[in-house]
């Protein structure tokens, strides 16, 4: 495994991000949205290419390290986080609020990223603004090159989400 | 009748902060909302509030730098950030810039009715 000065690995994801990251989905899931998310899978595997109908995709960056978080949902899953995020039926969700609510819950999610990984380097990581993607069945796989990534996957009441993870420290 | 100013970008994070206002009794009519920075600076210029909740990344103006503004033209509502900007600096940064109280994104209801009420009990 290759290091950084401060003892950090280059080529994987550092296992703390990754618990950090699980922890926020399932208390945003839990807390804003009143549903249980539970973690089925962690997938490091350049050959698994998972799909999502609405995609949320955040960089983030810092003196230390960059990388860039997309969570991914089928069209259902997502209504039904976003309904419940709004207090609303799934089916009464507009594309608009979709849209919105799920650059909302990538930005909770990547904001308890940087503040984990500012608080332990002792400088200021930045978030972008959250950009969606949207299109049936699109792959979720664009990733900046050698860039150490992971896959997690969520269940929810019978759906499931993806999150993928690209991280690298300097 | 309390009147409250929501400041963020987010047209979701909105609705769910008035759905958490309208159930501590706050009146719909009384709540007004701003989709970014500069409205919200305008609108809290012109208009008496007793609260106003600020997000802080908002494409325009930053929220901090809102409530900078509204501190430095003698503007003394009390104003609660409602971020995800977790991070203790970030705390302290908008303390000293003249925010009353700081909420961090995600929030349980009883987290969010308990800080407005500390952030209209006390004023600037």
């Known amino acids: 495994m290759m290091m950084n000065a401060a003892g950090q690995s280059t080529n994987a994801i550092d296992a703390k991000l990754v618990n950090t990251l699980m922890k926020a989905v399932m208390e945003v899931c839990g807390t804003m949205a009143g549903t249980q998310v539970t973690l089925k899978e962690v997938v490091p595997s350049l050959d698994y290419k998972p799909t999502g109908d609405i995609s949320g995709v955040i960089g983030i960056s810092g003196d230390y390290g960059e990388g860039m978080l997309t969570l991914s949902f089928t069209e259902p899953m997502a209504a039904l986080l976003v309904g419940r995020l709004l207090g609303m039926p799934p089916e009464e969700i507009c594309s608009e609020d979709m849209c919105d609510g799920i650059g909302e819950l990538v930005n909770i999610v990547s904001g308890r990223a940087k503040t984990s990984l500012s608080e332990d380097s002792g400088t200021l990581y930045r978030l972008s603004l959250p950009s969606i993607i949207k299109g049936p069945g699109h792959e979720i796989t664009g990733r900046p090159k050698n860039c150490p990534f992971l896959f997690l996957v969520f269940e929810a009441e019978g759906h499931s989400f993806v999150l993928q993870v690209t991280f690298r420290y300097f | ?124």
Do not use: C, H
């Open chain 2, 1 to 124: 009748m309390m009147k409250v100013l929501i400041v963020d970008d987010s047209a979701v994070m909105r609705k769910v902060i008035i759905r958490e206002l309208l159930k501590i009794g706050v009146e719909q009519a009384n709540i007004q909302e701003a989709p970014d920075g500069l409205v919200g600076l305008e609108v809290a210029s012109k208009n008496a509030f007793d609260l106003i909740l600020m997000d802080w990344n908002m494409p325009g103006m930053l929220g901090i730098d809102v409530v900078r503004q509204l501190r430095g033209a003698g503007i003394t509502t009390p104003i609660m950030m409602v971020t995800t900007e977790g991070e203790k600096t970030n705390v302290v940064t908008a303390i000293q810039a003249g925010a009353n109280n700081y909420l961090v994104k995600p929030f349980t209801p009883e987290d969010f009715a308990a800080k407005v009420a500390q952030s209209t009990a006390v004023k600037v």
